[in-house]
């Protein structure tokens, strides 16, 4: 079927109005750098956002300056005209507390001949002092202003209600057609495991993979940072579990490093390698060194696994030469348990690449955290489940007003993402979101897959006629 692509919303003012800060809140991520200076941001950035499940690509801009068309800046600005074509929607920022300018009125004079629909954000609102500049904004002729402070979350889910009656249209077909294509591929477990090997340097990655093809076919040595590509071998492995030939691609990757340590341009295109190579497999490996334990950089790595979306088991290399066998794989656990709270008991293992120990093991655990990766509840044990769960501990009631849960349905796997319908999901505490996905994954077969759940109201309070927003809880970032 046709993919169809999420709404596209550009984000369009005059230099240092909060663009860049907008868009980081949108988008969940510090991904674009904010500075007092003006004219940090000089390319455009995409990303993707979510306001109360509605959801679209953000583009943050340039500021818009008045120079020469040859000048940086001017080419700078040729590129956030460029990057209104084909948008669905602008979002114009304007400093409400400094109010407008001459460039703020020119801005909005070319918005207003454009076909885009535009909404106008009055940024940095918080506070009496910015509403001179609000009501001074009416005069740009955009409609009603939005008030919002871009660096402290307020106001921003009142941009759900500039954007909707816009963007929701398209927004909802976008969802529609990707939960369609993965309910079409979610039974497809034929093709070969996608198995990235990832960790810092010199934990044994490549020697791991040479002992499992039984051949000398990646580079090793004690050298840190030998591997700088990911390579993709394609394999097959004799499960004897299964008792059956399986087909694996095995993706080695580029040793990720603390990033005070990269230094090297060439070293920084590896790190990003490794990253997509996270991206595209369906199960991560995080390989350890027994000789030197779990360090941070260990746990940022398997949070970034998990923040895609994937299967993750955790491997200790050099078993053979280990100390305190014991006592080391205990503390891994806790500090495993600990560090990754969002996802207790990812499957831990011993292996050496050396002699091969445990590496069976270890493989045809991948494949079953790929099955239950895949799995999809029938909707009847869902709800039965959810009914339970409700019954054994009922939602609060905070001020009195009852938070209903009505249903609970399977939107998508890989990673599987589960959506509760209700009302007053705002006031749902954290801790009874932590209950249900917990729940989830004890007793619906998940046990240590990232599992998303998305909160969502029946109805839309823009519009009686649309499904609603909600938000997203789960610990693996937004959908």
Known sequence: MTAIEKPTVIIIG??????????????GKKLALVDDQPGVTRDRRMGDAEIAGLEFTVVDTAGWEDEDPNSLPGRMRKQTEVSLEGADAALFVVDARAGLTPLDEEIGRWLRGQDVP???????????????????????????????????????????????????AKSEAAEAAEQLKAEADEEDLS????????????????????????????????????TRDSIAVDWEWFDPKAN??????????????????????????????AKRAVDFAEVVVLLLDATKGLEHQDLKIAAHALEEGRALMVAINKWDIAENASSLFNGIREALNEGLSQVRGVPLFA??????????????????IREAW??????????????????????????????????????????????????????????????????????????????????????????????????????????
Request: aromatic fraction near 6%; include cysteine; hydrophobic fraction near 35%.
């Open 351 to 368: 292996v050496s690449a050396k002699t091969g120990k445990g590496l069976d093991t270890m493989l045809s655990a991948a494949f079953e």
């Open 244 to 273: 059956e030939q399986r087909e694996i691609r095995l993706i080695d990757t580029a040793g990720m490093r603390k990033r005070a340590k990269v230094t090297e341009k060439l070293e920084k295109l590896s790190v990003a390698d």
């Open 374 to 479: 895949s799995r999809r509840v029938p909707t009847a044990a869902l709800n039965r489940w959810f009914d339970d769960a409700l019954a054994a501990n009922p939602p609060p009631a905070p001020g009195g007003r009852r938070i209903k849960l009505r249903y609970i349905t399977q939107a998508s796997v890989r990673p599987p993402r589960f959506v509760v319908f209700g009302t007053r999901l705002d006031d749902l505490p954290k801790s009874y979101e932590r209950y249900l996905v917990n729940g989830i994954r004890a007793k619906l077969g998940f046990d240590a897959v990232p599992v998303r759940v998305v909160l969502k109201s029946p109805k839309n309070p823009y519009d009686s006629n649309r499904g609603g927003g909600g938000k997203f809880s789960g610990g693996e970032g937004r959908d």
């Open 118 to 168: 535009v909404v106008l954000v009055c940024n940095k609102a918080e506070g009496k002092a910015a509403e001179p500049g609000i009501l001074e904004s009416y005069s740009l002729g955009l409609g009603e202003p939005l008030g919002v402070s871009a660096e402290h979350g307020e106001g921003i889910a009142d941009l759900f209600g500039g954007l909707w009656p816009i963007i929701g």
């Open 14 to 27: 005059r230099p240092n109005v909060g663009k860049s800060t907008l868009f980081n809140r949108l988008v």
């Open 191 to 226: 093709g070969p495991l996608k198995l990235a090997i990832v960790g810092r340097p010199n934990a044994g990655k490549s020697t791991l993979i040479n002992r499992l093809l039984g051949e000398d076919r990646l580079l090793t040595g004690p050298e840190a940072g030998i």
